[in-house]
């Protein structure tokens, strides 16, 4: 069910973002490049990250605030460490449920 869910809240956003970006290895994506890509790029990454780091049972609700806090502590972390990986980064913020 999450997973669809991701699924379905990522193809919208891919949809609604420029066609250039097709697809990402988010494996390869350090902080810098991250804290590069325009603002469309950032909310669709950090959408996804927001679900992925959410457990199975959890309600479908957005939390703005949460959501916002989150993405102001990975947008610090990768500015003080340009050279980590983002799924490095946000492994060390943010618990896998």
Known sequence: ???RRTVIIVAALALAAPAYAQAWDL???TC????????NTVNI????LDAYYRGESDPPVIDLQKYLANAEKLGNYCRA?????LITAADALFEKK
């Open 32 to 39: 810098q490049t991250f804290l590069g890509y325009d603002k």
């Open 45 to 48: 990454l950090l959408a996804w």
């Open 27 to 29: 494996s390869t994506v």
């Open 1 to 3: 069910m999450l997973m």
């Open 81 to 85: 460490h340009p050279d980590e990986g």
